[in-house]
Nanobody, 127 residues
Framework: QVHLVESGGGLVQPGGSLKLSCTTSGRTSSSYTLGWFRQAPGKEREFVAA????????HYADSVKGRFTISRDNAKNTGYLQMNSRKPENTAVYLCAWENSRIILSSVRNGERYDYWGEGTRVTVAS
């Protein structure tokens, strides 16, 4: 089993930056896919970004490309989501997800392909 814990959420002003962390533990594999998703009140969960081992292949939703950066520090067993130029519409609960395999490129946006999920961290963008 894999356990995920998100941290770093909170309040940020429009245009500000915030960095989320996702610490992993348990039976993780060197072959993996780490994803970030978000869910706003009353809306469906949506894909934000993903990174795949082992060549650090990254993928982003069009709405965040150029502003968000996903990364993974294998030595610290921690994934990150750097969020710049925050907008009010970015307000949501952000969740990290984990799969002990290198998910096929065409499926990384599909939450059903991830076996493990954190409970999420709330991010509010407001003045």
């Amino acid at each position: 089993q894999v356990h995920l814990v998100e941290s770093g959420g909170g309040l940020v002003q429009p245009g500000g930056s915030l960095k989320l962390s996702c610490t992993t533990s348990g039976r993780t594999s060197s072959s993996y896919t780490l994803g970030w998703f978000r869910q706003a009140p009353g809306k469906e969960r949506e894909f934000v970004a993903a990174i795949r081992c082992c060549g650090s292949s990254t993928h982003y939703a069009d709405s965040v490309k150029g502003r968000f950066t996903i990364s993974r520090d294998n030595a610290k067993n921690t994934g990150y989501l750097q969020m710049n130029s925050r907008k009010p519409e970015n307000t949501a609960v952000y969740l990290c997800a984990w799969e002990n395999s290198r998910i096929i490129l065409s499926s990384v946006r599909n939450g059903e392909r991830y076996d493990y999920w954190g409970e999420g961290t709330r991010v509010t963008v407001a003045s």
